[in-house]
């Protein structure tokens, strides 16, 4: 029984397992030069949780640039004319490049649809959630494009 347990450890610990949003290179991390345009919050947020450093000191690495932006669209409104519900869109594009040539671009899109609150803080602070987990999910999206390129 120790035999058999003992061997299933070895055959589950070398399945090569191996956690896919995690920089795998830390060089795909270092940029010569970072850019930001648009929103400026949704970029320092990016590149805070990605890990993003600049290093000017190399020349030999590429350039990021981030455009983005957020949108927040009245999808309805009641008998009295007031919203009734929103939808809020956040856009990040990105691109990637050497000696004024593209090597990479890739644009994310995420979008949610949500009902109007009687509650003004409260709506707030939903929207607050809302962005949130719309940049985690193009957080993800972002790291994934760069561990592949």
């Known amino acids: 029984m ?3 347990f003992i061997i299933l450890l070895i055959f589950i610990q070398s399945c ?3 956690p896919i ?3 795998k290179n830390p060089e795909n991390a270092k940029f010569n030069k970072i850019y930001q345009k648009g929103n400026e919050k949704i970029n320092k947020i990016i590149i805070k949780e990605l890990s993003i450093i600049e290093d000017s000191s190399n ?3 590429d350039e990021i640039v981030f455009l983005s932006s957020i949108n927040i669209v009245e999808t309805s409104k009641n008998t009295q004319g007031r919203a009734s519900s929103f939808r809020m869109e956040i856009f990040v594009e990105l691109v990637i490049s050497n000696s004024n040539k593209i090597i990479a671009s890739k644009k994310f899109y995420e ?5 109007n609150k009687k509650n003004k803080f409260e ?3 939903y929207q607050k959630q809302i962005e949130n987990n719309l940049l985690k999910e ?6 994934l494009f760069l561990n592949l390129r």
């Open 2 to 4: 120790k035999k058999i």
């Open 111 to 115: 979008q949610f649809t949500y009902n």
């Open 21 to 23: 949003f995690v920089i």
């Open 123 to 125: 709506l707030v602070q």
């Open 16 to 18: 090569g397992y191996q």
């Open 138 to 143: 193009i957080i993800k999206n972002i790291n």
């Open 59 to 61: 020349k030999s690495l």
